[in-house]
């Protein structure tokens, strides 16, 4: 898992900062994780709930705020032929399940613009189905947690069950994060200006719908190195200068 543990060395423009993002995340996971495999009585997943709900969270923020402001709007992005990224793609989308005789097809044609077009369709697509998945294993998770709470007498059965929960979590995130950083970040900054970016980490560093809308950076600076958080900084001094909404 090196590319969410290694020293961020470079931010070359903003959407870079889900690098941030995603090296916290999982670090939210990893401690969650070894708790998790500690899990021996009761009072153990009482001491493990606060973890879990603090990643929860993160991981709910997140997938929210990009549906609404990062994957959401490049979906509506209109392409060189007047069609859109993700909504004029069903058909291509139905024909790779059955075999991929639609990517066959524009390469056979020749046609790089339409492979392009759909490459970018299968991107988002892949991302939508991902952000289901995560919150389906929310779901399980915090009902796993809560189950075991509700019970005066925790069983083994049970705690393997957080355990189970807390890993398949860990695994979905991470095949989301190399997802994104592989595919869908080089797809942000081709089609996102620079101050669009600017604006969507803005809503992915800053709740707007919290009495403590700081609480995602603060807990971001929290994870990083010195010079990463240089880094965030000057990031955020360019967001708030920009006045994004924020």
Not at 50 to 68: A, F, S
Not at 77 to 92: A, F, P, T
Not at 123 to 151: I, P
């Amino acid at each position: 898992m090196a590319s969410f543990t290694d020293e961020i060395l470079l931010i070359e423009t903003p959407i870079d900062v889900m690098f941030f993002m995603h090296k916290v995340f999982m670090t939210h996971a990893k401690k969650a994780e070894d708790m998790a495999v500690s899990l021996r009585t009761r009072e153990d997943v009482e001491r493990l709930k606060p973890l879990i709900e603090h990643w929860l969270k993160h991981i709910t923020y997140h997938v929210d705020t990009e549906d609404e402001f990062l994957t959401g709007p490049l979906q509506e992005v209109e392409l060189h032929d007047g069609s859109m990224v993700v909504r004029d793609n069903e058909n291509e989308h139905n024909e790779i399940r059955s075999g991929g005789e639609g990517v066959v097809a524009l390469i056979s044609a020749g046609n790089s613009a339409g492979l392009d077009d759909l490459l970018e369709s299968l991107v988002f697509a892949a991302e939508e189905e991902q952000h289901k998945e995560l919150v389906k294993n929310v779901d399980h998770l915090r009902s796993a947690v809560e189950e075991a709470l509700g019970k005066e007498k925790t069983s083994n059965r049970t705690l393997r069950h957080i355990h189970h929960a807390v890993l398949s979590l860990r695994v979905i995130e991470w095949d989301h994060f190399e997802n994104e950083e592989a595919f869908v970040l080089p797809l942000v900054r081709e089609q996102m200006t620079h101050d669009e970016q600017l604006k969507c980490a803005g809503r992915l560093l800053f709740d707007n719908s919290s009495h403590e809308k700081r609480w995602v950076i603060e807990d971001i600076y929290e994870g990083l190195s010195e010079d990463e958080t240089s880094k965030l900084k000057s990031l955020e001094d360019e967001i708030l200068e920009g006045h994004f909404d924020i």
